[in-house]
């Protein structure tokens, strides 16, 4: 269970909210006076631990990894998705004890460490995942502290219902990538680097900050506007809602994950957060106007309440458990997924969005 940088076996205990405790060892780095909190939820991808890690969608959350074997081929740069990991913590069965791969620069544990995420290591993850399917995703804490100091910690945890935690993961200014022959803004509420390169094939693309206003992006007079994906409770992202508010009908819109549901709210829709969530990449979704089956790289706890949303029509619907996975504009052009279709890490069924929004773009903006 320890990477070949581990100096010794450090006892440590995962406690949820509900009193529920495992028991591990502690790996990556050590938290302030031994405890993290956090919300745990599951993951059930069977690579792509360090794209899943780097993706601020985590922000305020301990990833719990279903697949049993994680880290066997290492870390490298070149797969982070973001300057930084915002997790809160990771949670697997078995850590390798060795990397394997051409590519990789440190181990997982080195990475930890590197970045100042703890993890615990040795945990049953099947029982853990049955329990957060059955429970619902809720607030804990672990590391190399006592029972009694943990349980505390997880008790007054307070999840991500109603914290903007967009705010954390923002860039601090604008900046550009791409040289494609468009021009987008492109809304930083958790970017992540897979999505900016596909985006960087079709535009030149200024990145700016969430607290950006709809006057200030179109003043830059761009061909269309993206809306990324990001952390935490869409309910509390107030501000850029408002701004989306002001871009519709002005400028073609395409949003991914937490975008999707900024623009859904922004549509008068509602969203409500799911019991567990959706981690995973191998989630099947229809496409409504083809009938066509993807395979999905999702990642998200909050959804968009189906009926909610007068304005626009769904797209796509997750084949799982109904969740509306794609909304369009009826009056305005502007479009979302809930999903991934960048995948990174997943399957590669959905990046046509892509240039379905290069075609929404050439069509000239508003109809």
């Not at 229809?286 to 009938?291: K, L, P, S, Y």
Request: aromatic letters at 6%; a negative charge; proline letters at 7%.
């Amino acid at each position: 269970m320890r990477s070949s940088m581990s100096d010794s076996i450090r006892p440590a205990l995962l406690v949820l909210a509900d009193g529920t405790t495992f028991e591990g060892e502690a790996i990556g780095a050590e938290p302030p006076a031994g405890v993290a909190t956090g919300e745990v939820v599951f993951n059930t991808v069977l690579t792509g631990y360090q794209e899943v890690i780097t993706d601020p969608s985590y922000a305020g959350q301990i990833i719990t990894f279903t697949y049993p074997h994680i880290g066997n081929y290492g870390v490298t740069p070149l797969d982070d998705e973001s300057r930084r990991p915002f997790c809160r913590g990771v949670v697997v069965r078995e850590l390798a004890r060795r990397r394997s791969n051409w590519r990789s620069t440190d181990d997982l544990d080195g990475f930890l460490r590197h970045h100042g995420i703890p993890g615990i290591a040795g945990i049953d993850t099947r029982r853990l995942t049955r329990h957060i399917r059955e429970a619902g995703a809720m607030p804990a804490a672990f590391a190399t502290a006592d029972e009694e100091t943990l349980t505390a910690a997880a008790t007054a945890e307070p999840g991500t219902d109603g914290k903007d935690l967009v705010a954390e993961v923002t860039c601090a200014e604008p900046y550009v990538v791409g040289d494609g022959p468009r021009r987008v803004v492109a809304y930083d509420l958790g970017i992540k680097a897979t999505i900016l390169h596909h985006l960087g094939q079709r535009a030149t693309v200024e990145v700016v900050p969430a607290s950006t206003s709809a006057a200030e992006v179109l003043a830059r007079k761009p061909d269309g506007v993206f809306l990324s994906n990001g952390p935490g409770d869409p309910a509390a992202v107030t501000a850029t809602t408002e701004a989306i508010r002001g871009l519709l009908g002005e400028v073609p819109v395409f949003g991914i994950c937490l975008g999707h549901q900024l623009l859904a709210t922004a549509l008068g829709g509602e969203t409500y957060k799911l019991p567990s969530g959706h981690h995973g990449g191998n989630h099947p979704v229809r496409r409504r106007d083809t009938g066509a089956i993807e395979i999905t790289s999702q990642n998200h706890n909050y959804a968009v309440a189906e009926g909610s949303l007068a304005t626009a029509d769904v797209s796509h619907v997750n084949l799982n458990d109904g969740v509306v996975e794609g909304i369009r504009g009826r009056d305005v052009p502007a479009f979302s997924v809930q999903y991934h279709p960048e995948a990174g890490p997943g399957p590669h069924d959905s990046r046509y969005l892509f240039d379905l929004f290069d075609e929404l773009m050439a069509d000239g903006g508003p109809r």
